[in-house]
């Protein structure tokens, strides 16, 4: 907007400005948020790619791809316990949004006797620490032999999954209504295809934002995979916590660049889908 | 085509002492448009969901076609519910929420897309079929609904309040289209409504229905005619009644003495009733008249409303000639005649319903009347 588009319409002009104090605002608050959540990676890029990094150096010394090497090379597990983190985050939140759906709607829908006792248990892990919750459960999974599994790991990482998903989806749920089904019913569809054909599209926003929340939770979990996998399921974090005690920080950083994939990506794709936008930017951009 | 029985409904909600259908029993034959009549919370749409299956009777039975079908599941059954806010699909378009019930059924996209087009048709809605539910207005919506109804000919129909989110006009042209399709397809419909008027142009039968129990279950003309209690008539319009007693071949009450009814019942007090429509003006000393001067008038377009005082502080209410406007003034004396064919005498309320709504003064002649609206 021009001055003298501004001075030949008095009454807008105020609009204008503050038009204009909007988007100086809303850029300000995206570079800081991008700032602060891109500027600690910057050095963990850095380090990936060095060679030599002395301090007070600004940037290193000498530079390689050995720690990309390393990450990529068949031997040093690094793929294996990506795959391996993929598999528990994916399947726990499978677990979740099987478990959590059910859950969230009971919650959500019906008033029964002792429901706030439910709420309760169902937050009580967001609450109380996990590890206190973990430690009662390994001696069950051990007998179980769930102990030291992927599975047990993945079974464990509920624990923090599944609340996040149950509050979606009960909140979801008190939204939803049930008439819907039942007009599908008398149309002729069983319980099962009034769902997925009336129910399940309209509730699928929830489950997709219950599910990427539970996906991120599980993704970090480091003491909970530590005490159940025992060492033996070694997850992302668990290699990173590894490295970096280490003091190799060339490959502590080049494994956070895998580490935070899906973070971003998840980002993106929640922006999108939240706000409805086409472009994954776009959705940015209406911060 | 199916013919419908309830018989001794119950339904009692979980947590509520009262239930919200009480002994509930009709019958309604294959092919007719039956209206469930009644005040909001009476119990409409408990009975309707109690019929389609969405709920389960806490007693009695439901038969079609003489046959129990409490066991079946809704889908089964082919009873088909349209719902009071028409509960389009938002997710699918127009005909996908028309075709539904045909690909539930598992029948080929051909028919379905050529039987949505035929349904689409008959409510008059033809070439919507790729719209959104939100991209309609109110009365499309309700044509989608009912068309997404019809196009599985379902044994029963059951519309609950078809007709309320409508504006007038839109009301009167749904009301003729439900009629004609109902008659040209013969499939037997249940429909739910608040509005005495919509049901006893629509409806083959009515059955009205008061805090979940069935009140009278009859042609239209009958709640007009033959109203069963006070609170009937009063329901359907009626609005002059005065407590009074039979003697012998007369009605003594406290505007008068006319010659009994045969409804009423020898020696016995009743309340004797007359539609406002039914009165007539006449000349001073005519048979079966009371006297009485002129209150206030209303003139309605097409015809004329006239609240009269008679003897005793009571009021008349007539439904008249809008020309009376002209010829009569506030104030003016006037004869009224209760033509004889026309009085009806309903039990004293004391012996029908002492309800807590109904609970007004029933001394002999000071029954309170709503008044002329
Ligand atoms: N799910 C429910 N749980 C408890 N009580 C209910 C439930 N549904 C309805 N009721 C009660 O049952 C009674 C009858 O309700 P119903 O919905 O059948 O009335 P209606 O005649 O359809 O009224 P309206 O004309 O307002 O739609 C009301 O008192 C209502 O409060
Ligand atoms: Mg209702």
């Known amino acids: ?287 | 085509m199916t013919r419908l029985n309830l018989h001794k409904l119950t339904k009692r909600y979980r947590g509520k002492t009262e239930p919200a259908l009480d002994d509930l029993s009709l019958e309604v034959e294959s092919g007719s448009l039956t209206a469930l009549l009644g005040p909001s919370g009476c119990g409409k749409t408990t009975t309707m969901k109690l019929i389609a299956g969405l709920l389960e009777p806490t007693l009695g039975d439901i038969l079609f076609d003489g046959r129990s079908i409490l066991g079946v599941a809704p889908e089964r059954r082919g009873a088909v519910m349209v719902f009071q806010n028409y509960l389009l699909f938002p997710y699918m378009t127009v005909a996908e929420n028309v075709g539904f019930g045909l690909k539930m059924r598992r029948v080929d996209r051909a028919t379905i897309d050529r039987r949505v087009a035929e349904m689409l048709e008959l409510v008059r809605l033809p070439g919507l079929e790729d719209r959104r539910p939100k991209e309609l207005s109110g009365g499309q919506q309700q044509r989608v609904a009912l068309a997404r109804a019809l196009i599985v000919l379902p044994k029963l129909l059951l519309l609950d309040e078809p007709l309320s989110n409508l504006d007038a006009h839109l009301r009167f042209e749904m009301r003729d289209l439900i009629r004609d399709i109902q008659r040209q397809m013969g499939i037997t419909t249940v429909f739910v409504t608040h509005d005495q008027e919509e049901a006893v142009v629509l409806a083959d039968k009515v059955a009205l229905i008061f805090d979940g129990r069935l009140q009278q279950y009859d042609a239209p003309t009958a709640f007009y005619e033959t109203p069963v209690t006070r609170r009937i008539a009063a329901f359907f319009g009626g609005v002059n009644f005065f407590q009074g007693r039979r003697n012998r071949k007369q009605f003594d009450c406290a505007i008068g003495t006319f010659s009994a009814p045969r409804s009423a019942i020898a020696d016995q007090p009743g309340i004797l009733s007359i539609r406002p429509e039914d009165v007539r003006l006449a000349e001073a000393g005519a048979a079966n008249s009371v006297a009485g001067r002129i209150h206030s008038h209303v003139y309605v377009g097409t015809h004329t409303r006239l609240r009269v005082s008679v003897s005793g502080g009571h009021e008349v209410c007539v439904v008249t000639d809008a020309e009376v406007m002209k010829t009569h003034k506030p104030g003016d004396p006037v004869t009224l005649r209760f033509p004889e064919e026309k009085l009806w005498v309903l039990p004293p309320d004391a012996l029908v319903e002492p309800t807590a709504a109904h609970r007004e003064d029933t001394r002999f002649g000071v029954t309170k009347t709503k008044g002329c609206r």
Do not use: C
């Open chain 1, 1 to 287: 907007m021009t001055a003298s588009n501004q001075s030949s319409r008095a009454a807008p002009a105020g609009g204008t400005r503050d038009g204009r104090r909007d988007v100086i605002v809303r850029w300000a608050v995206i570079s800081l948020l991008l700032t602060w959540l891109a500027l600690p990676i910057v050095p963990l890029l850095i380090w990936s790619f060095s060679f030599r990094w002395f301090f007070p150096d600004v940037l290193p010394a000498d530079y390689s791809l050995r720690a990309w090497q390393y990450v990529f090379s068949p031997t040093s597990g690094v793929l294996q316990s990506l795959r391996d983190t993929l598999l528990i985050s994916g399947g726990a939140t499978l677990l979740s949004v099987i478990i959590g759906v059910p859950a969230g709607r009971a919650l959500g829908q019906y008033v029964f006797r002792g429901k706030s006792i439910v709420e309760l248990l169902i937050l009580a892990p967001i609450i109380v620490p996990g590890i206190a919750v973990a430690l009662g459960i390994h001696v069950l999974f051990i007998r179980y032999g769930l102990a030291n599994t992927l599975f047990g790991v993945m079974l464990v990482h509920l624990i923090p999954t599944l609340p996040y998903m149950v509050l979606v989806m009960s909140g979801v749920f008190a939204n939803y209504d049930t008439s819907y089904e039942a007009q599908a019913r008398t149309l002729g569809a069983g319980p099962i295809r009034a769902f997925w054909y009336v129910t399940l599209p309209a509730i699928l926003p929830g489950i997709v934002v219950g599910g990427l929340f539970a996906f991120l939770v599980s993704w970090a979990q480091y003491i909970l995979t530590l005490l159940i996998g025992g060492g033996r399921v070694v997850t992302l974090p668990l290699l990173l916590f590894n490295f970096a005690t280490a003091g190799r920080n060339d490959i502590t950083g080049a494994i956070s660049m895998l580490y935070i994939i899906p973070g971003v990506v998840i980002l993106l794709l929640s922006a999108r889908y939240l706000t409805g936008n086409a472009s994954a930017v776009g959705g940015l951009g209406r911060l």
